[in-house]
Nanobody, 127 residues
Framework: QVQLQESGGGLVQAGDSVRLGCTPS?????????VGWFRQGPGNMREFVAA????????YYSDSLKGRISISRDRAKNAVYLVMNELKPEDTGVYYC???????????????????WGQGTQVTVST
């Protein structure tokens, strides 16, 4: 199972932007399927943020966050990035990178469809 490493979290001010990164540990390449970002705020369930198809680069976003976020991949660096703009205090939470390493019939926005996860990176948005 591929282990993932997130980076880029921290304490930011409302209105700022943050860029989170996700790379597989041990230089294991991403496979052709999806790499996604999920988040979990205090007292909340884990929710879908964005996903990207590693092979084709197709991107998918949470409807509630669309317009403020952007997911991208760098095939040369074997990395996926999530940029969040105009941060709000309600964006506070732990952000997880996830990788679907094989085909399944579940939708890309379903956490259960991903079989590798990172430990998460904390993003705290202060007023």
């Amino acid at each position: 199972q591929v282990q993932l490493q997130e980076s880029g979290g921290g304490l930011v001010q409302a209105g700022d932007s943050v860029r989170l990164g996700c790379t597989p540990s041990g230089r294991v390449p991403f496979t052709q399927w999806f790499v996604g970002w999920f988040r979990q705020g205090p007292g909340n369930m884990r929710e879908f943020v964005a996903a990207i198809s590693w092979s084709g680069g197709d991107t998918y976003y949470s409807d509630s966050l669309k317009g403020r976020i952007s997911i991208s991949r760098d095939r040369a660096k074997n990395a996926v990035y999530l940029v969040m703009n105009e941060l709000k205090p309600e964006d506070t939470g732990v952000y997880y990178c996830a990788h679907r390493t094989s085909y399944n019939s579940m939708y890309y926005f379903t956490a259960a469809s991903y079989d590798s996860w990172g430990q998460g990176t904390q993003v705290t948005v202060s007023t």
